[in-house]
């Protein structure tokens, strides 16, 4: 008899689990879906707006990263640590460009943004037909997978530290998106163990 109720007990908690993890892999499959959708149309949108501009580069400062930096202390130090995909692009000018994110994992912080889309502001765009690229920060592209430090103050998510930590995919890793500091000791440690904490099975939308 004791035997039995195990048995009966082991397979009804087998049960549950699998009906939860169903629950959430079609919610975010619809979502997903949606996000595809939407994706799709924004990239020829884009398209159009980039493929006749002139490119130049906006001068920035060297950027020292700090010797002792540590993937703690940038949870630490942030709203959020999330990994997300690239949206969109809007009002787009020299200074700043309109981001939407996806946001398709949350690496620290409260999962209230899990699978809602954020917008944020990153360096360059383009302005009278001349796409101003950042060599810091370059933008990343529509449907790339992200990685972003971000503050929330009065429903506005701000990019901490940009010219040094954001992180895209390429190639299925992510990478720093500033490439003259990839080699950087410590950046290169928080890459790795970045690398390590993102689960993939979030990071399908395109």
Request: hydrophobic content about 30%; aromatic content about 6%.
């Amino acid at each position: 008899m004791k035997i039995y109720l195990a048995t009966i007990t082991v397979c009804a908690l087998f049960l549950t689990g699998c009906s939860h993890n169903s629950k959430i892999s079609n919610i975010d499959q619809t979502d997903l879906q949606k996000q595809q959708i939407v994706l799709k149309r924004n990239k020829k949108k884009w398209h159009q707006q980039t493929k006749q501009v002139t490119h130049s580069t906006l001068s920035t400062q060297k950027i020292i990263p700090k010797k002792n930096l540590s993937l703690n202390q940038l949870k630490k130090n942030s709203d959020f640590l999330i990994q997300g995909t690239v949206i969109d692009f809007s009002h787009s000018s020299k200074k700043s460009t309109n981001a939407s994110i996806y946001v398709n994992h949350i690496i620290s912080g409260s999962e209230d943004i899990l699978g809602k889309n954020i917008d944020i502001k990153l360096p360059g765009g383009i302005e009278q037909n001349v796409y101003y690229r950042s060599i810091q920060c370059p933008l990343p592209k529509l449907g790339q997978k992200i990685i972003l430090r971000l503050d929330k103050t009065h429903n506005q998510y701000q990019v901490l530290a940009p010219n040094s930590n954001i992180w895209v995919e390429k190639d299925h890793e992510f990478v720093l998106n500033n490439q003259t500091i990839r080699q950087e000791p410590c950046l290169k440690e928080i890459t790795e163990q970045l690398n390590q904490a993102i689960p993939y099975r979030y990071t399908d939308l395109c």
